[in-house]
Every structure is written in structure tokens, then in C-alpha cells.
């Protein structure tokens, strides 16, 4: 029993996962940038225009996704969250604090292609409506989770400061996704309904679907990437770092 | 769609169309040269540091 324990958290210390993380990079690299390249080809050249928004529902292409990418990061950070407080791993915070970035990143995305979207179709770039209110919490939740876990010099303070702010605002989740049924609002519903059909035609909801692996791809290598860092910074003192720094560059 | 004029105008929606890619491009383009900058600076100061213990248990 006990052994499987251990195996299974040999990847939480930073040491295991710092070269692991290494050599995954270059993968997701890869595919984000042959599913974007295929999938920007297909958002302009092989989804047809649409019968009622002509050429600008193109916009769907970095919007949707974007939107997804910003909730679904919120959750993959408020999970690394709750294990990092509940077996007070350190990687844990670490991988929080390399995704919250890249999700307040997506969050922006989310709000500037939608305020894009807003100004032709809806004849206003913002209303203060439910899904966008409550996305712009969702920014504010990004923001409000850097400023405070470095605003603490303390780091496994700030880590589990942040971790608490994060678990709060995950209420925050559902209300985003459900706001659009819960609420009257000029928003339209979702694209994509779990058990249901789907309200767009086929070329476009696999173009969609594509662009939304590759900003995946995307998110999982920046990430990857940004917790290398973080790892670097904050185990600098320790002796496996200059030995790995050291494998790496030979 | 025939001409690049015409591609570029996007039906009218050029100014929307091009302002959510043209963004979205440019942001996800200049994270990673962040990181990049980023690991480099931690290196280098993890390069300076490991200099500076040689010299002191020398």
C-alpha cells in the first residue's frame, strides 16, 4: 500500500518534475502549433460565412475557446489549490501560481474578442449582463490571486493565502456557465451543450473544437514552462538544481 | 471570397474580425518570449550565485 503512496508522489517534488516538465514541453509546443496553423486555416478558407453574421461570427474561432480555456484554467488552479492544502505539497501551489497568468491572459482574450464581437452585432462593445459581468470577476479573481500571493514574502504563506482565494472564487465557475440560462441576457446561449445537438453547423464546430485543443496545447506549454521557472526561483538554494541545470545544458 | 482586398475586408467586419485575431495573436505570441526572458534571467542569477559560492570555498 504504502509503496503506490510514494510512487505517486515522487511527482510532486520539484526535483522529479522539474526534467519531466522539460522534456514535455517541446510535445505540447508542437501540437498547439500544428492544431492553431490548421485550425486559422480553417476559421478563414473552409468554414463558410454565416447566413445571418456574414464574415464576423469568424470571431467564434479565438472567443469560444478563449472563454473555455479561462474557466477551465480558474479550475485546473483551484485543484492544484485544494491538494496543495490538503497534503501541503509544494508543487502544488507552484503549478497554481505558473497558470494563473495564462488564465487572466485567456480571461482578457475573452472580454476583448467578445467586446469585438459585441460592437457589430449587438451595437455596444460591453453591457453589464450576467456572462460578462461575471467574467470580468473572473479576471479580477486572476489578478487578485497574483497581486496577493506575491505581495507575501512568506512563500508557503502567500501559496496558501492564494490557495483559499482560489478555492473562494471557483463558486464563481458555474455561475459564468450558467448565467446565460440563468439570467436574461443578451449573451447567447452556449455553443455547445453537454447531451444536446449542437446549435452551429458541423465544419464550424470542428474548427472550433480544433482551435480549442490547440489553446489547450498552448496553455499546458506556457505553463510547463512558467512552473520551471517558479521552480528555479524558489528551490535556487537547493543542490539538485545546479546538477539539473547542469544535465540540461550538456 | 476572390481577392485579397476582399479577404482582408472580412464582408465589412474587418476592423472586429482583425481586432479579436490580431490581439489574440499578438498576446499569445509575446507570453512564451516572456518566459524565454524569464528562465534566462533565472539562470543567469543562478550561474552568478554558484560563481560566487566556488569563490567562497575556495
Known amino acids: 500500500m504504502s509503496s503506490r503512496i510514494v510512487h505517486w508522489f515522487r511527482f510532486s517534488s520539484p526535483a522529479t518534475f522539474y526534467p519531466l516538465a522539460g522534456k514535455l514541453i517541446p510535445w505540447f509546443t508542437a501540437a498547439a502549433v500544428v492544431l492553431i496553423a490548421v485550425g486559422l486555416y480553417m476559421s478563414f478558407f473552409v468554414a463558410p460565412t454565416d447566413y445571418k453574421q456574414g464574415e464576423g461570427y469568424r470571431i467564434i474561432f479565438v472567443h469560444v475557446p478563449a472563454a473555455w480555456m479561462s474557466m477551465f484554467i480558474y ?69 487578485g490571486f497574483i497581486a496577493l500571493t506575491s505581495a507575501i514574502d512568506d512563500a508557503r504563506r502567500a501559496d496558501r493565502a492564494g490557495a483559499i482565494l482560489a478555492l473562494v472564487g471557483v463558486v464563481n465557475i458555474p455561475i459564468i456557465y450558467y448565467s446565460v440560462k440563468w439570467w436574461n441576457t443578451l449573451h447567447q446561449g452556449a455553443t455547445i451543450r453537454i447531451g444536446e445537438e449542437s446549435s452551429m453547423g458541423t465544419t464550424m464546430l470542428i474548427t472550433m473544437l480544433i482551435m480549442a485543443v490547440g489553446f489547450w496545447m498552448y496553455s499546458i506549454a506556457v505553463a510547463l514552462s512558467r512552473v520551471r521557472s517558479v521552480i528555479l526561483e524558489r528551490e535556487r538554494n537547493a543542490t539538485w538544481v545546479a546538477e539539473a541545470i547542469k544535465a540540461e545544458a550538456r | 471570397m476572390n481577392s485579397i482586398a476582399e479577404f482582408f475586408d472580412m464582408g465589412g467586419y474587418a476592423l472586429y474580425v482583425w481586432g479579436s485575431f490580431g490581439v489574440t495573436a499578438l498576446l499569445m505570441a509575446l507570453e512564451p518570449v516572456l518566459l524565454r526572458k524569464r528562465r534566462a534571467d533565472i539562470l543567469k542569477r543562478l550561474d552568478r550565485m554558484a560563481r560566487m559560492n566556488v569563490g567562497r570555498s575556495e
Open chain 1, 75 to 143: 479550475l485546473v488552479m483551484a485543484a492544484w489549490s485544494a491538494i496543495g492544502l490538503v497534503f501541503n505539497t509544494r508543487l502544488s501551489a507552484m503549478m497554481a501560481r505558473a497558470l494563473a497568468p495564462t488564465g487572466a491572459m485567456f480571461t482578457f482574450l475573452a472580454l476583448w474578442t467578445g467586446a469585438f464581437w459585441g460592437k457589430p452585432m449587438w451595437g455596444t462593445w460591453w453591457v453589464w449582463d450576467a456572462r460578462l459581468t461575471s467574467e470580468l470577476i473572473l479576471f479580477f479573481l486572476y489578478i
